[in-house]
């Protein structure tokens, strides 16, 4: 029958309906489910909540954690590979900032240290950044002792996979999710989880892709030549192996220093002849900033950082001035602590500074107007500089390191959120929370909705799209879930008993 609603989908009545009754949803034929907890998303951030919640006492029956992955590290896994960071290379992460160990001790130094027996790793610690670059761990230590500790803490026994489609308030407190389970998975469509408290952890909706290059590749319908750093573009460099060619790069972060530094170093490994053409929006020469106190070293065209923001706004006066300031002076702190930028390495240094002195890696301010194909099959890239001359550079492939995609209405949860669930945004367009990660509009008589990660940033704690910053929200949830009575405070007594458990590697 034309139009039929498959078994156990949702109804019009509850598509527009803000607030579900349970009969509503029975109506429906949705099987339903009750678990006193549901984290949305099954990444790193869905994975701290839940190790600090485990730790805090609370059974693994009572978490449930909705998600399309098969692993807490596999969405962050996939992009660090893809934009040149593969399982050996060092991330942009402090070696203290440990999402598998809530205490930071011992560090990812020391774990390093141990690991490969080498007093050199913890003389970069003692010693950074004055005689030697910052340390940070290894892409593969992190996927590893998330595995362990995965494992420890049950984490799989709590992992239901499939799709979210929204989170809806419920009539007399508490929400429901409601998931699409993989085929074969339900003898329905849809299954829904009622739960009393919910945390979103969806992280980023998808690529940010520059105007004028996602413009080129609807247009001509040329996904080979035109690329996002975060998608598969193994291509590039294999075609670049082959014969010479040309690059343009777009960006000026920490990912296009990697893809830099891919190219750089396929060059010298392979002896190759590319060239790279590398195109900044804005240009920094020198140390920037307003006033002594907020000023980061830059030159080249680069702004340098050591991480994605300084130390103080994980845990210092920064932190501090965010939770007091308000929606206008946090934006103002934002603009000038965060922006793009990349730590300054002594080896990609010396690379670029061979290329600018061998002509063959010419980094320059432009705005690109458009991207053209040429007849012979490459791309030609109009520009203008902010002196107003015009340029053309024509290149066999254009790599864009400009970012992931950050706007709300573009995650399908969130959207919904925003338009049924009562939610609002702040300042910086992502989701309103108050001091304990709260969805601020969201409450359900009693009923919580929390979320962290990349949605929330622009509130009263800066770092949010870090790994310490995941574990501060965690940390600040737990402790109002605590003050509800869903768990055990983590009092020092708790706290050192756990951290010997995780020591000695004892499963909760």
């Not at 029958?1 to 949705?30: C, K, N």
């Not at 809530?102 to 020391?110: D, E, Q, R, V």
């Not at 998808?206 to 290059?213: A, T, V």
């Not at 949830?477 to 020092?492: K, Q, T």
Request: proline letters at 6%; hydrophobic letters at 40%.
């Amino acid at each position: 029958m034309q139009g039929a609603r498959p078994a156990g989908d949702l109804t019009p009545e509850l598509l527009r309906s803000p607030v579900w009754h349970d009969r509503q949803v029975q109506a429906a034929g949705i099987p339903l489910y009750d678990v006193p907890l549901v984290t949305v998303g099954g990444g790193l951030g869905s994975f701290t909540l839940v190790d600090v919640l485990r730790i805090q006492g609370v059974a693994a029956g009572a978490i449930r954690v909705l998600s399309s992955r098969d692993a807490p590290w596999q969405s962050w896994e996939y992009l660090t590979r893809v934009s040149q960071l593969p399982a050996g290379e060092r991330i942009r992460s402090d070696a203290g900032a440990r999402p598998d160990n809530i205490w930071g001790f011992p560090s990812y130094a020391l774990h390093e240290a141990w690991q490969d027996k080498s007093v050199k790793l913890l003389w970069q610690v003692l010693t950074e950044p004055i005689l030697t670059d910052f340390f940070s761990p290894r892409a593969a230590t992190v996927f590893e002792t998330v595995r362990r500790e995965a494992d420890r803490i049950s984490y799989w026994q709590m992992l239901s996979k499939g799709q979210v489609r929204m989170v809806r308030r419920r009539a007399g407190g508490g929400y429901f999710t409601v998931l699409t389970p993989p085929p074969g998975v339900s003898a329905t469509k849809r299954v829904v989880m009622r739960s009393q408290y919910v945390h979103l952890a969806v992280g980023y909706p998808g690529l940010k892709f520059l105007p004028d290059l996602q413009q080129f590749r609807e247009t001509h319908n040329d996904y080979h030549r035109v690329v996002n750093a975060y998608e598969p573009h193994e291509h590039v460099y294999e075609t670049l192996k082959s014969r010479p060619g040309v690059v343009v790069v777009r960006g000026a972060g920490i990912v296009a220093s990697r893809v830099l530094q891919r190219l750089m170093d396929d060059r010298e490994r392979f002896g190759l002849q590319t060239q790279i053409v590398h195109m900044f929006r804005t240009f920094v020469t020198g140390a920037h900033g307003q006033g002594m106190w907020m000023r980061r070293k830059g030159g080249d065209g680069w702004a340098y950082q050591a991480f994605t923001l300084p130390k103080s706004a994980f845990g210092g006066q920064l932190k501090a001035q965010f939770r007091r300031a308000g929606p206008e002076r946090r934006a103002a702190l934002s603009k000038a602590v965060g922006g793009t930028t990349t730590p300054r390495l002594r080896r990609w240094q010396e690379q670029m500074r061979r290329g600018r002195a061998g002509g063959w890696y010419h980094p320059f301010q432009a705005v690109v107007d458009r991207v053209e194909p040429t007849p012979d099959g490459r791309l030609v890239s109009l520009t203008r500089s902010d002196d107003g001359r015009l340029g053309r550079y024509t290149s066999d492939f254009i790599i864009d390191c400009t970012g992931l995609e950050a706007d709300m209405p573009e995650h399908r949860v969130l959207a919904d959120l925003l338009q049924y669930g009562g939610a609002r945004r702040n300042g910086a367009g992502r989701l309103a929370v108050g001091e304990h990660f709260e969805v601020l509009g969201a409450e359900s008589e009693g009923g919580v909705l929390y979320a962290s990660g990349a949605a929330v940033a622009g509130n009263h704690f800066p770092a949010v799209d870090s790994f310490l910053g995941m574990q501060t929200a965690a940390l600040d949830i737990a402790a109002d879930l605590a003050r509800r009575g869903f768990c055990s405070r983590l009092g020092p007594v708790r706290s050192t008993g756990q951290w010997i458990r995780w020591m000695r590697g004892r499963p909760l």
